[in-house]
């Protein structure tokens, strides 16, 4: 298959997202993010693993409700991408659709961080095969730490930071400490629609290449 990530890094100016009440028009680095550069396969469920004694209950409780927002907006969406819960690992797991999500002292080593998306293996295409999101130690506020999941899910999902966005528009906003939400706790209606784009324009591309690939094996 052709990659189609230069592709969806030239998608869309401006969307509209359809509501009752006054559509919004998403723009780019404004109250939308940006795209990423890698995303998991449309319908693939991702198996999360929590590192082992790094989170307690009740933080694991919040990590998985990040999950299920996520995938309940993918099912709406089109999307299609799952996020269940694995159990507990000692390591850093590298298998299929494997997701491994661990602590290290993130902001001591990169003072403008305070978590990491990392992708671990990629195909050819550049979809996500395995990864790992890193998350500091000092990271135990519930509210903060499901923010910074949502966000870090949606890196996974082929949503950028948006440095420039206005505040609290989207969840890929950048994040004001490292104990603190950056004002949403759940992706935003723009972020849901980018995501949207990316996996429609996907399924596209993976058609048009399963078209061509049928009609050449018949002349």
Known sequence: M???LPILLLLFVAIRVDAQTSPEVCVKNRNAPPINSYYWPPDTEVRVYFSRGMFT???QRTLRAAMATWTAAASENG????????????????CDSCLTVTRRAVHKNDR????????????????LISAWIDFDFATTNSQALQGYMVHELGHGLGLWDCTTCKNKKTIMNGFPGINRNNGLIEPSGC????????YQLQ???????????TARRQR
């Open 2 to 4: 052709k990659s189609v």
């Open 57 to 59: 209950e009740d933080q």
């Open 79 to 94: 999307a299609g991408v799952k996020f269940s819960y694995a159990g507990e690992v000692d390591r850093t797991v590298n």
């Open 112 to 127: 403008k961080h305070y978590a990491f998306f990392n992708p671990l293996r990629q195909d050819s295409d550049g979809l």
């Open 191 to 198: 972020d849901v629609e980018v995501v949207k784009e990316i």
């Open 203 to 213: 399924r596209r591309v993976a058609n048009n290449v399963a078209s061509d690939s």
